[in-house]
C-alpha cells in the first residue's frame, strides 16, 4: 500500500491540534471513538496504527494508548499477534443496556410529567419540529442527534447526575447499532413514538407518559434484534446472563 493510498484511509478523522488544550491520548480516544460509533470506522474492519498516527499528526504511543483505553470500553479488539480491529456489535450489551434505559427513562418521565413547565414543553416541541425538518431533508446524523437531544432533555430536567451518567454509559453501546438502523422508515416510526411521549407529557399524564417511553424503548430493541439477525457479519451474541 503506498503513502498516498494510506494517508486516505482516515481522511474523515481530524488532524489533531498539537497546540490544543488537553491530553493527547485522550483527544485520540474520542475522536477514534467518535468515528466507531458514527460507523465511520465499521466492526470487523482491522485498523492501521501507522496511518492513524499519519492522520492524526501524532506518534505510535498515544494511538496505542488510546485504543488500549477503547479496548477496556469494548469498542475495539486487540488480537495477540494480528493487530487491532474495531469491535463487533455486542447483543447481549445491547440488551442489558435498553433494560438500563428501559428503567429510567420510564421512571424519569413519570417523574416529569406531573409538574413539566410550559417552557420545557416548548424546547421538546421545537425538538420534534427538528426532526421533522431533518426527516424532509435525509439528514440521518441531524435527525439522530435530535432523537439523542430530545433523551438528553429529559434527564436534564430530571436533575440527577448519577442517572444520567448511568443512561449515557448504557447508550454507547447502542449508538452504532442505532445508526444501522437510522433508515426514513424507522425515523418516521420514531418521530411517531416521540410524539406519543411528547403528547402524554404535555398532557402531565405520568403513566400514559411511562407507557408511550416503554413503548418506544421496545420498538428501538425489537429493531435491533431483527437487525443482528439480517447481519451476523456485524454482531456477535456476547455473554448472556445466567
Do not use: W
Request: hydrophobic share 45%; charged share 30%.
Amino acid at each position: 500500500m503506498s503513502d498516498d493510498i494510506r494517508k486516505q484511509d482516515y481522511a474523515f478523522l481530524p488532524v489533531l491540534d498539537r497546540h490544543e488544550r488537553g491530553g493527547t491520548v485522550q483527544r485520540i480516544q474520542d475522536v477514534i471513538r467518535d468515528a466507531i460509533v458514527r460507523l465511520e470506522m465499521r466492526p470487523g474492519e482491522a485498523i492501521d496504527k501507522n496511518a492513524l498516527c499519519e492522520r492524526l499528526n501524532v506518534s505510535r504511543f498515544p494511538v496505542s494508548e488510546a485504543l488500549g483505553r477503547l479496548a477496556e470500553e469494548g469498542f475495539v479488539v486487540v488480537l495477540p499477534q494480528r493487530g487491532t480491529m474495531v469491535s463487533r456489535i455486542d447483543l447481549a450489551a445491547c440488551r442489558q443496556a435498553m433494560f438500563i434505559r428501559r428503567a429510567l427513562e420510564c421512571e424519569a418521565v413519570r417523574y416529569v410529567a406531573p409538574g413539566i413547565s410550559d417552557d420545557l414543553i416548548q424546547k421538546f416541541r421545537k425538538l420534534l419540529a427538528g426532526q421533522q425538518r431533518a426527516m424532509a431533508g435525509n439528514d440521518r446524523n441531524t435527525f439522530h442527534a435530535l432523537d439523542l437531544a430530545f433523551h438528553a432533555l429529559l434527564l436534564e430536567t430530571l436533575g440527577y447526575d448519577r442517572v444520567t451518567a448511568a443512561v449515557d454509559a448504557a447508550r454507547a453501546n447502542l449508538d452504532r447499532m442505532r445508526l444501522f438502523l437510522c433508515t426514513p422508515v424507522r425515523q418516521h416510526e420514531t418521530f411517531a413514538e416521540h410524539e406519543q411521549i411528547f403528547a402524554a407529557l404535555s398532557a402531565r399524564q405520568p403513566e400514559e407518559s411511562a407507557k408511550a417511553m416503554s413503548n418506544h424503548l421496545d420498538e428501538v430493541m425489537s429493531e435491533l434484534e431483527d437487525f443482528a439477525k439480517a447481519h451476523p457479519e456485524l454482531v456477535t451474541p456476547g455473554q448472556t446472563a445466567n
